[in-house]
């Protein structure tokens, strides 16, 4: 199973401020990862898969970078919506999911 | 607009059963391959089971394996998870996800139903 890891567990931002959020895989997973946000009472969302390319209608601010086993997600400019948690995931091999991001502000 | 519905939670004691039903509409149902994918209370996400596009190829994560069963109906637009021999780390919302084409992540995600497993 590969393991994903991400941190900080909680990231505690203003409106307006970048947020970096990172996910570490215990095993090269070829680019196959994918980030989500989750919002208290709603189902996962995708923001970005392929580590880099944004899902359908998200926004310019939400980035994704990657290395072979390093990922980060980057939201440019926090917007009020984007206080949520965030889940990387790998699809290399059977899904596995990272423990989240809490960004609060 | 594509929407996945689940349905078929509830509070079931240990040792039961449940099948939990996603009713899918606003796309070609037939030409997608599907996850189930829980969610414990207050907890991070956990895939639970995939389905081929076909139907004949299924996996399901090891701490379900010979319990749970995914399946398909495409003549009803619907995906399954029977689920056997429940147990307490059982209990989460789980969702049903599209696999997107080409890229084997999920796109679109139902809204979630609730299973509780308790006596």
């Known amino acids: 199973e590969i393991v994903m890891t991400q941190s900080p567990a909680t990231l505690s931002l203003s409106p307006g401020e970048r947020a970096t959020l990172s996910c570490r895989a215990s095993?090269?997973?070829?680019?196959?990862l994918a980030w989500y946000q989750q919002k208290p009472g709603q189902a996962p969302r995708l923001l970005i898969y392929g580590a880099s390319t944004r899902a359908t209608g998200i926004p310019a601010r939400f980035s994704g970078s990657d290395s072979e086993t390093e990922f980060t997600l980057t939201i440019s400019s926090l917007q009020s919506e984007d206080f949520a948690i965030y889940y990387c995931q790998q699809y290399n091999d059977w899904p596995t999911f990272g423990q989240g991001t809490k960004v609060e502000i | 607009e594509v929407l996945l519905v689940e349905s078929g939670g509830g509070l079931v004691q240990p040792g039961g059963s449940l099948r939990l039903s996603c009713a899918a509409s606003?796309?070609?149902?037939?030409?997608?391959?599907f996850n189930w994918v829980r969610q414990a209370p207050g907890k991070g996400l956990e895939w639970v089971s995939y389905i081929s596009s076909s139907g004949n190829t299924f996996y399901s994560a090891d701490s379900v394996r010979g319990r749970f069963t995914i399946s398909r109906d495409d003549a009803k637009n619907s995906l399954y998870l029977q689920m056997n021999s429940l147990r307490a780390e059982d209990t989460a919302i789980y969702y049903c996800?599209?696999?997107?084409?080409?890229?084997?992540?999920?796109?679109?995600w139902g809204q979630g139903t609730l299973v509780t497993v308790s006596s």
């Open positions: 996800a599209r696999i997107m084409e080409l890229v084997a992540t999920s796109d679109y």
């Open positions: 606003g796309f070609n149902f037939s030409t997608y391959e």
């Open positions: 095993q090269s997973v070829s680019g196959n």
